[in-house]
């Protein structure tokens, strides 16, 4: 089944409402495409949904329920994923080295002294 809450969320000058399934992210994400709400409305566990989008989800067949509703549904259909345990790198993170942190390191080498680099360049 599919619920949201009344748009009441303000953001970017419109109030939003927060779409969620009890049954399964796949469930949630077809019906978000019916909607014709894009893929980076999702955020976790549900989708953000401008208040323009709210009568058609209803006339779709998703049924109003309060706020706090919303979060006891996720948690009962255990598909909750709240942002404190959900890691999400920034898009902008450097990924993780291919070398292990404790290989060990080879020594820079010493720096040429002066006198070498003379004699390469002006043999004799």
Known sequence: ML?????????RGR??????????Y???HAFAEALGAPR???DRDHYDLPADRFPVAVWL??????PREIV????TANLRRPKHLTPT??????????????APRTPAPAPTPASAIKELWFPG
């Open 15 to 24: 109030l939003w409402s927060h779409l969620i399934s009890d049954v399964s």
């Open 61 to 66: 067949g998703a049924q109003v329920v309060a």
């Open 40 to 42: 980076r409305a999702f």
């Open 89 to 102: 790198p920034h898009p902008r993170t450097p990924a993780p080295a291919l070398t292990p942190a404790l």
């Open 72 to 75: 006891r549904l996720l948690r």
């Open 26 to 28: 796949a469930e949630l």
């Open 3 to 11: 619920y949201l809450d009344r748009p009441s969320v303000p953001w």
